[in-house]
Every structure is written in structure tokens, then in C-alpha cells.
């Protein structure tokens, strides 16, 4: 099994999981000194979808934000007509979404990482590229742990590491 932390199968199968709500929130406090410059932390999370997000997701970012007592809020979607202020920063889920922040931000006249901030989940060669910030378990362990347990035949279940990479949109 992979990327869940509900099953809990023990020493009977191999289990590589993402603990959502607290990787999230330990994540953000890797970055807390670049986040906390924001006046506001904005978490877009498609409520809507056909194969939803965990909703630890949600959980571990209003920990973090009260927890360092910061102003949030929690929107289904960036959508066209969404007017973006000054101070906020986005933590984007869906690559829609991204997109769609990113042409407010253009649209604007802001500067990404100055005026407004994004960061995104999960890693993409894209987003490396564009100087996405993002918090991203790391796949490609998951896979070569998953394939070394299978290999040599071990069972028991692994915590995939989880990270905060700072770029330019912060």
C-alpha cells in the first residue's frame, strides 16, 4: 500500500505512507520565517473532486496556522474574477489551480514572491523549473523503497520523508 496512513497493516504487507497532516504542518514550519513575511495564508483545496484530497491536508494547515497564530483561509478553487491582495500567500494543490493563480498574478501586475506568494504540493520537474515553492513528499523514494521491499521481500511499514523546497515564488 502506498501513500496511506489509516490502514496501519503492520509487519503483513508493505506499507510506504504519507502522514498528510503532519508532514503539512511540519513542512510549513520548516518555512514558517518566509510565510509568516504574508499577512495572510490562503489554502486552495478542491473540496468537489471525483477522487478527493485527504483531509488531513486541511487539518495540518489550520494547526499550523493557529499554532503560529496567523490569518487564514481555506477556498475551494482560484477562479478568473478572484481578486488577489497584496500579502497573501497560496498554497495550491491542483495544477488548474496553480495555473489560474499564476495568470491573476500576470493579469495584475504583481510580483510573484514579493507582492503575493505561492507554494504548491507536491514536486514537478515544471514547477522546479518555474521557481515553484512547494512542500512534496519525495516520489521517487517512495518508488525505490517500494521496490527494494519488494526485491528482498521485506514487509513492514515506512514513513515516506516529506519536504519544504524553497524557490522564487515565496
Request: a negative charge; glycine letters at 6%.
Given at each position: ?48 473532486e471525483v477522487y478527493p ?88 523514494l517512495m518508488g525505490k ?26
Amino acid at each position: 500500500m502506498l501513500d496511506n496512513t489509516d490502514l496501519d497493516l503492520g509487519e503483513r504487507a508493505i506499507e510506504i505512507y504519507q502522514d498528510f497532516e503532519n508532514d503539512l504542518y511540519q513542512a510549513l514550519m520548516k518555512g514558517v520565517e518566509k510565510i509568516s513575511r504574508y499577512k495572510k495564508l490562503i489554502l486552495v483545496y478542491p473540496a468537489k473532486e471525483v477522487y478527493p484530497y485527504p483531509i488531513k491536508i486541511k487539518i495540518g494547515f489550520q494547526k499550523f496556522c493557529l499554532a503560529k497564530n496567523i490569518d487564514f483561509e481555506i477556498i475551494d478553487e482560484v477562479f478568473e474574477e478572484m481578486i488577489l491582495k497584496k500579502g497573501d500567500l497560496f498554497i495550491t494543490i491542483k495544477e488548474g489551480d496553480l495555473v489560474n493563480l499564476m495568470r491573476r498574478i500576470k493579469a495584475e501586475l504583481f510580483i510573484l514572491g514579493t507582492d503575493v506568494g505561492i507554494l504548491s504540493y507536491n514536486e514537478t520537474p515544471l514547477k522546479e523549473l518555474l521557481g515553484v515553492s512547494v512542500v512534496s513528499t519525495n516520489f521517487d523514494l517512495m518508488g525505490k523503497t517500494t521496490a527494494e521491499m519488494i526485491t528482498k521481500n521485506k514487509k513492514g511499514r515506512i514513513k515516506n520523508p516529506f519536504n519544504f523546497i524553497d524557490r522564487d515564488s515565496m
